[in-house]
């Protein structure tokens, strides 16, 4: 499996931005950011694939920007107008098996980081 290491977490107020990176050891398939907050179920909020074709939760969509440096071997998370209802621990994933749609269904990742924790503040 690819080693996934997230960083980037922390806490902000509401509007502001925060950076997320997540380092791997080798390219995937395809790549995504999940977050799970207390007590509600791990979702899918960016996915990025091999040919750079990306998708969004409509939650996210126009405030996140998820980017794949290959060189770098790092996928960022860009999240912009944080909100309170973004308070979440947010967990870096990658697909190495080729079961990739570009959606956020949960079999489609055989890797999984440790997750950062992100708090948004009103």
């Known amino acids: 499996q690819v080693q996934l290491v997230e960083s980037g977490g922390g806490s902000v107020q509401s509007g502001g931005s925060l950076r997320l990176s997540c380092a791997y050891t080798?390219?995937?398939?395809?790549m995504a950011w999940f977050r799970q907050a207390p007590g509600k179920e791990r979702e899918g909020i960016a996915a990025v694939e091999s040919d750079g074709s990306t998708t969004y939760a409509d939650s996210v969509r126009g405030r996140f920007t998820i980017s794949e440096n290959n060189n770098k071997k790092t996928l960022d998370l860009q999240m912009n107008s944080l909100k309170p209802e973004d308070t979440a621990v947010y967990y870096c994933?990658?697909?190495?098996?080729?079961?990739?749609?570009?959606?956020?269904?949960?079999?489609?990742?055989?890797?999984w980081g440790q997750g950062t924790q992100v708090t948004v503040s009103s």
């Open positions: 080798y390219s995937s398939y395809c």
């Open positions: 994933a990658a697909g190495t098996l080729g079961y990739c749609t570009g959606g956020f269904t949960l079999h489609e990742y055989d890797s």
